[in-house]
């Protein structure tokens, strides 16, 4: 079942609400609760006074089916961070990359052969602060190097020795004194610079 936005003024005040869904039980549920939601489209608060009625409601009880069919809807299937393998004759086959990229959400990645057994591999860095507050950050992911496991996947490197905290966007090349380095950028922070092994 798909995670899906409505974008529509509901309240009909000028703005344009977006509304994000999801399915629990077969039933399509707004992903926000009652309390986020009210703040957004105040009228909410006024005809679901009750938490219990509000959640017993059916989204077009919440939002009037009519609105809801004339809002300009988006669907997403597949949440995991995945690559797609060019097979040939232009078609593409999907993997998911291992656990350890699933922890966060992924905003950069490096592709180089790391360790020189003539097989691509991945830095990548990620996580995102800037989130609603009832869900916590995304922080879990600190960087790391993805290793071509040369079967059409890959896997994580053990005893990495470097660290990447926060919200972390870019990741560039860049020579200095004539080494290479990785400067990978932080959101709101002091870039953090990786030296490659030369």
């Known amino acids: 079942m798909p995670v899906s936005l409505y974008s529509y003024d509901f309240d009909e005040n000028g703005t344009v609400d977006p509304i994000v869904t999801y399915f629990h039980k077969g039933k399509e ?9 009210v703040k957004q489209i105040p009228f909410l608060n006024k005809k679901f006074l009750a938490y219990k009625k509000f959640a017993k409601a059916d ?24 690559y797609f ?17 699933q922890s966060s959400t992924l905003q950069a990645i ?26 916590g950050r995304m922080d879990a992911l600190h960087g790391v190097i993805l290793q071509n496991d040369q079967k059409n996947g890959f896997v994580e ?16 090349n860049l020579q200095i004194a004539g080494r290479d380095y990785y400067i ?14 030369n």
């Open 85 to 101: 393998e060019n097979t040939g004759k232009g078609t593409f086959k999907k993997m998911a990359l291992p656990l350890i990229a």
């Open 29 to 37: 549920t707004p992903f926000a609760s009652k309390d986020e939601l």
């Open 110 to 135: 490096a592709v180089e052969d790391f360790n020189e057994d003539g097989f691509q591999d991945m830095l990548i860095v990620g996580n995102n602060y800037e989130i609603s507050t009832q869900l």
């Open 157 to 172: 490197l053990d005893n990495q020795s470097f660290d990447v905290p926060g919200p972390a966007r870019d990741i560039k």
């Open 184 to 197: 990978i950028t932080i959101n709101n922070d002091t870039p953090i610079f990786l030296a490659k092994n």
């Open 59 to 82: 989204l077009d009880e919440l939002f009037s089916a009519d609105k809801l069919k004339k809002a300009t809807k988006l669907k997403v299937y597949e949440l995991a961070s995945c």
